[in-house]
């Protein structure tokens, strides 16, 4: 399917192109500002809560990378195929380049929030707060709601995107729970 790309407004194309520079720039620079944030708590920090500032961010820079890979290179087609499939015999698709882009960014940038989920469930396990029998225990709850948040999150309203980030939340989930298993919390 051939998707052809229009400009609406005068200088479209320019400040789309200036919006991909800034959104990059933040993509890039996001594991340096968190690190930076980490350094600035450290210090009000006790000394096992300090241990695990830096796997912490590590991990959330991964999975938030993560989030926004599998955004663009599963989600995004996903959600295109269905769009483009189900107009495809009544009209010519013709996206604005700025719709386009941010349809792209806000579901990359929602699913890389998204993908923190076991950082969380981690961080929390860690300092206590729950542990992996509990996380297990409400497992037919965490299906629900990620189907709940998979339709929130996705931009879309149609069903594959949202499935699809539903399942990898559900997979997310059940990891974290057992990484703390793992570290028999």
Do not use: H
């Amino acid at each position: 399917m051939m998707v052809k790309f229009v400009q609406l407004a005068p200088g479209e194309f320019f400040f789309v192109s200036v919006k991909v520079a800034f959104s990059v720039g933040l993509l890039i620079a996001f594991p340096y500002a968190l690190f930076e944030a980490a350094l600035y708590f450290t210090p009000a920090l006790t000394r096992s809560e300090r241990g695990v500032v830096g796997p912490t961010v590590l991990s959330s820079a991964i999975l938030f990378y993560s989030g926004a890979i599998f955004s663009f290179s599963v989600l995004s087609p996903a959600a295109l195929g269905f769009f483009l499939g189900y107009s495809q015999d009544v009209i010519e698709s013709q996206f604005s380049i700025d719709q386009y882009f941010e349809f792209i960014l806000s579901m990359g940038f929602a699913t890389g929030i998204a993908f923190q989920v076991p950082v969380l469930q981690v961080a929390l396990g860690l300092l206590g707060v729950i542990d992996s029998d509990k996380l297990f225990a409400i497992w037919r709850y965490v299906v629900v709601g990620s189907a709940i948040v998979g339709a929130i999150l996705t931009p879309s309203t149609d069903p594959v995107t949202q499935l699809l980030l539903s399942g990898a939340l559900c997979v997310l989930y059940f990891a974290g729970g057992g990484v703390l298993k793992a570290l028999g919390r």
